[in-house]
């Protein structure tokens, strides 16, 4: 089945540390897209990209860096940079342009202690 | 800046009872989303709508373009209806930057 898969599910580092999320989905989407949900918060966008080597920064992309090798593939790097990286992290995709739905991934919750 | 409001923000019902959930935007879309977002944290697309009223099972979700408004509504709702209800907008001539949020709905069905 098609889908987008997150990986790992739970993942715990110690503060100081970059650490790398992984996205990748078998839907053949053009764009796809991260974003961080905090308690009582909407989604908010870390970064996208709508094409295989280009990315574009989002609402709140310090702290953050991402690639896009790949078309199916777009790994997320929280860095020592982001000031609180503990969230749950959600990736999705969707064919680009406006008339098309979008796929979530099932999230990676990350702690750092 | 545009912006995405739900409501209610909690709600807890009993089994059997007919759920509507509120999300107004503040300017044009292209579309609307309704998702649901389970304990575990997944988020499931429910449906995309840009004008009138679509339905899916027990759940239907409406929206009126001139009023900035949409609702999800579930009939006979059940415990496993359990969940976050989240809508989500593209606004008009928007560029590729993806979709808005609302906070979500945190329903709870009791039997």
């Known amino acids: ?113 | 800046k545009n912006e995405v409001e739900q409501s209610p923000q909690n709600l807890t019902a009993q089994e059997g009872e007919f759920i509507t959930i509120n999300c107004s935007y503040s300017v044009g879309i292209s579309a609307l989303h309704w998702l649901q977002q389970h304990p575990g944290g997944g988020i499931v697309s429910l449906f995309m709508l840009s004008s009138g009223k679509k339905k899916h099972g027990r759940l239907i979700a409406t929206i009126n373009i001139q009023e900035k408004h949409s609702s999800l509504h579930i009939t006979a709702s059940h415990p496993r209806d359990s969940a976050v209800y989240i809508c989500a907008v593209r606004w008009e001539g928007g560029g590729a930057d993806g979709l808005t949020f609302g906070k979500g709905t945190h329903l709870i069905i009791q039997p």
């Open chain 1, 1 to 113: 089945d098609g889908g987008i898969t997150q990986s790992p599910k739970y993942l715990f580092r110690k503060e100081g540390q970059n650490v790398t999320l992984s996205c990748e989905q078998n839907l053949n989407h053009d764009a796809m897209y991260w974003y961080r949900q905090d308690p009582g918060q909407g989604l908010r966008l870390i970064y996208y990209s709508q094409i295989v080597n280009d990315f574009q920064k989002g609402d709140i992309a310090e702290g953050y860096s991402v690639s896009r090798e790949k078309k199916e593939s777009f790994p997320l790097t929280v860095t020592s940079a982001q000031k609180n990286p503990t969230a749950f992290y959600l990736c999705a995709s969707s064919i680009s342009g406006e008339s098309y739905g979008y796929t979530f991934g099932s999230g990676t919750r990350l702690t750092v202690v």
